[in-house]
């Protein structure tokens, strides 16, 4: 099996992927970037934590015109995973508003975006509608 | 005795829409010429200059303005805060005047944007040959469209659906028909980019840009200026009864910036600042949100200008769609918004429409506006948001 990364460092791969935040020691507010300190309270001190992978869809777009090279269209949302709100599309599902809507719950799920010429492959990820909708 | 209130004096805004023939200064130029002519005052008046032009923020739009107009030596602070940078230009020339560093400024917003295209997101870099983490996300490749979407269109449209799953009733439909307002309150203004009424079909008919906006339901690039001249209130005092007259109060100039809030970095949260800053504006003029006469709101998108509604209270809490189809914001309505035909349909030249929407609301308030005149206004609000973010709201009042 070829190498795998993935395709952002708040992914983590393995048996079970989930995405990880810096939680702030001080306040508990997350963030999915590299910290210089906590936007919320000012501290200085993150510890990792693991971000549930079912959510509910808070909100959602069908982007039809994007930038060259990104197919379109595609549903771009935001996740409320379980109190921590998470960027993502919406994926394996039809991307058109009657197929797509507000509150629907959704799980993590990840998939393959291509190999590099080392023959590594990158693994992004996007949020699936739960089978039970 | 004076106060230290604080007047716009001049103001004008140009016509927007493509100017192909004039570049950014003769933009910039003719609005500031027009504001000064506007105030009666001239260059040699003004103690400070404050100027945006967003898109050529690093090249100076203060100095290159004075080359043509007068090089007069005063402090220029060019600004730049994305599409809060008209709003911001004028906040600093007021700030100056209320310092006591000056008592008469001037604020320009200028920009060319007529035929640009999505202003971000537009363009995505092709995956390297390896993967290899860069960036605060240590991503090996570009994100966007791959983890949600960086354009604006379809980030204002999660804003707007959002206020739909908080409080529900956001629908397609409903946005468009905001969009429909705004389009039929451009046929009044002769200014406006485009002046077209468009009917609910048409609009939900066009091309789909990031659902639920299609393109009329997004702001139009487009070339424009603005400017504005103010002054002290002792300073006013001096001058003729004429330019008293038609000199409006800025009853409040309040500028804020996003304070943290879960999600606000996933998705930009413009509620709080918003909401914010009008809280502040209302409790420095001592104004209530049912005493406006005219909003003139950031209606970037139609998904945008729904949840404004709310931001800036014109409703109760949660009651932003009711409001609108209580046929509220319409200019026959209790609370008139975007009578200009707003940026969907006046156009939105990013650095100028922080001044030109303060420029419509003075327009009313000296009874000027012709067609499209609100009869017997008297107070305004204007507010901007620039993602980021930055927030710009003014409250003016016509002078008693």
Redesign the interface.
Known sequence: MAEQ??????LVLGDEPHLQANECTACG??????RNAC??CGKTEFTKVAIPTEGV???????????????VP?V???VDCG???????VVDVEPD?DHVS??MKVKLTTFP??E???G?E?I??GFAPLEAN | MASDDIWILGITMTKFGKRPDDDVVDLAAEAALGALADGGVTIQDMGVLAAGNLMGAAAGIGQQLQKQIGQTGIPVYNVANACATGATALRTAIMAVKAGECDMGLAVGVEKLAGAGLLSGGSRKDDADTWTPKGRYGAVAPIDGRIGTEIMPGVFAQVGMEYGYEHGGATFELFARISEKNHSHSTLNPLAAYSKAMTLEQIMGDIMIAYPNTRPMCSANCDGAAAAVVVSDAKLKTLDPDQRRRAVKVSASVLTSDPWDEGCQQLPNVNTLTRRAATTAYEQAGVAPEDLDLVELHDCFATAELVHYDNLQLCAPGEAVPFFESGATWRTGSTPVNVSGGLESKGHPIAATGIANIWEVCHHLRGEAGDRQIEGAKVGLAHVIGLGSACGVHILEKAA
């Open positions: 990364v993935p395709l952002v460092d708040y507010a997350r963030f999915f970037d590299r936007a919320s869809l808070r909100s959602f777009t069908i982007v039809a015109f994007a930038a060259p090279g990104i197919p595609f771009a949302g935001i109190g921590t709100h998470v960027r993502g599309n508003a507000l509150g975006i291509g590099d010429s080392a590594t990158a992004g990820f």
